[in-house]
């Protein structure tokens, strides 16, 4: 029995002896993981920018690279497409840019320095392509919180992620959309509801009162400013300088009583959202702790951003800046769960409401734009002398200008801000008579209205009645596939700031303002 055990045992030896000799299959092993970390960057489009090189093809590939070899068969060490990906995270040279793309993991470096050791063996009619690297928050976990039936474009998701192995980070539950019938649990923003109900106990008009909220275990304020119910004329009339088509015709419309940010929200308090994880190294630097809870946690959060995303132009009292809509409805998702209020963005017709501030003329304080440098930071004053130097063209820091008759600061100017409103130029054609809480809702990811004006505006954009319609090119110069759905590249203009309604909405009411609009591109 004992001689029949060692000969087992031998020969099971022998066979794990085998297996880990087998030799690795390049099509099968290691073309994914360049396809899916490396060509995107690496390919003949963007060769010789920032000294990259390419690696979707064999002949390119085995090229020497600044002295250096790319692949040096037999020798992985001395090969950088293995030893930049195994370099500290913070060092420059770490491959794929850690900005950019999540590092490969310790078994896929291994694949590639296994292969490079046995000889780097790549046959000559394989050439690499890129390939979607799926996301599992930001592509897979809308999907599955949606449900059926799926697009064409979720189905071909969904295969994808599969077929790279359907990779489930440890800790994120699945919570969301609802699927079966209206009165099925919402999981995740269900538990988001109880809370808010627990936590608001203001129920009519009268108990509105300024409030400043630290979110919980950070340092960090924000101020939330009562706005009375009521009804105004929306849009601009005909007589209106530089008045734009899309501005009428004028109608009236009925607000419901809400709270709104009294400033734009800062990257003090959106770096919170973006950086769950507070030993990152560039998390927020403002002395605060980033609190977290279960419930809080559970909510998706923005991948890392390809570049620094305020571009130099400051960060501690500064505007958040260049997050897609979808950005900022899933932070609205994560406050409500930190704090227990509901929040979100406003409507289209809300942040006119509020701007106008009970007034009809074309800015808040009258008709003539020569006041609005007492107001606003727009194209004609954003360069102020800092430390007696004058600065660059940029946004400037919140609540520096004086305030319009509510209490709400840089409502126009600084930043232009994103509302849930999908655009449509004919969309006021649509009311004839008084219309109640009106929500153009979007069916598409372009275009959605943004308003107040920006830095970057002339006066008349800056009118109480100006809209503004987002667009792809905001994110023309991303360079992932598909594009991201948090952050735009080229809208250094845009931000947001939140709202707060009396009312407080059901669970499917709640879950339809977090996931307005098309997540995707």
């Known amino acids: 029995m004992r001689s029949l055990a060692r000969s087992l045992g031998a020969g099971l030896a022998f066979a794990a002896m085998v297996a880990v000799a087998a030799p690795v299959d390049f099509v099968t092993e290691v073309k994914p993981i360049l396809e899916q970390n490396c060509v995107s960057c690496h390919n003949a489009k963007h060769a010789g920018e920032n000294g990259k090189y390419r690696l979707d093809i064999k002949s390119e590939a085995f090229k020497p690279h600044k002295k250096a070899e790319r692949i040096l068969p037999g020798h992985p060490d001395d090969s950088q497409v293995y030893s930049l990906t195994v370099l500290p995270l913070a060092d420059d040279d770490h491959m794929p840019p850690s900005k950019a793309r999540e590092p490969l993991t310790k078994e896929q470096s291994e694949i590639i320095k296994r292969w490079i050791a046995e000889g780097a063996v790549w046959p000559d009619d394989v050439t690499l392509k890129t390939v979607q690297k799926i996301d599992f928050v930001r592509d897979v976990e809308p999907i599955l919180e949606q449900g059926g039936p799926l697009s064409a474009k979720s189905k071909e998701t969904l295969q994808l992620w599969i077929e790279q192995g359907a990779p489930w980070p440890d800790g994120v539950k699945i919570g969301g959309g609802q699927t079966g019938a209206p009165g099925k649990k ?310 947001f700031r939140i709202i707060r309604p009396l009312k407080v909405p059901t669970a499917e009411e709640m879950e339809k303002y977090w996931r307005s609009g098309v997540e995707k591109e």
């Open 186 to 495: 919402l999981g995740l923003i269900n538990d988001i509801y109880q809370k808010i109900l627990t936590n608001s106990p203001e129920h009519t008009e009268a108990d509105m009162k300024l409030y400043t909220n630290t979110i919980p275990g950070t340092k960090v304020t924000y101020a939330m400013v009562p706005i009375p119910g009521g009804e105004f004329l929306m849009g601009s009339p005909p007589s209106e300088p530089n008045r734009n088509a899309d501005e009428g015709p004028q109608h009236k419309v009925k607000i419901e009583p809400f709270w709104m940010e009294q400033c734009e929200v800062t990257w003090n308090e959106y770096e919170l959202f973006m950086y769950p994880d507070e030993t990152n190294p560039t998390a927020p630097t403002n002395g605060t702790t980033n609190y977290t809870s279960e419930i809080a946690d559970a909510v998706s959060r923005p991948t890392k951003p390809y570049v620094e995303m305020s571009f130099g132009m400051g960060k501690d009292g500064f505007p958040a800046i260049s997050m897609t809509q979808h950005g900022c409805n899933i932070y609205c998702q994560w406050l409500s769960a930190k704090t227990g209020h509901f929040y979100r963005l406003p409507t289209e017709a809300e942040y006119e409401y509020a701007c106008r501030a009970g007034t009809t003329t074309a800015y808040f304080f009258g008709d003539d734009p020569k006041d609005l440098g007492d107001y606003a930071w727009y194209a004609a004053n954003n360069k102020v002398i800092e430390n007696g130097t004058l600065t660059d063209s940029k946004y400037q820091k919140v609540g520096t200008k004086k305030p319009n008759p509510w209490g709400l600061y840089d409502i126009i100017g600084n930043i232009t801000e994103w509302t849930l409103d999908q655009y449509d130029p004919d969309y006021y054609k649509k009311f004839t008579d008084t219309v109640t809480e009106p929500w153009n809702k979007a069916t598409q990811p372009y275009p959605h209205v943004v308003r107040g004006g920006s830095w970057q505006d002339t006066a008349d954009k800056l009118r109480s009645a100006c809209r503004r319609a987002s667009s792809p090119d905001w994110k023309i110069q991303d360079p992932q596939l598909p594009k991201s759905i948090w952050y735009h590249t080229d809208a250094q203009f845009v931000g």
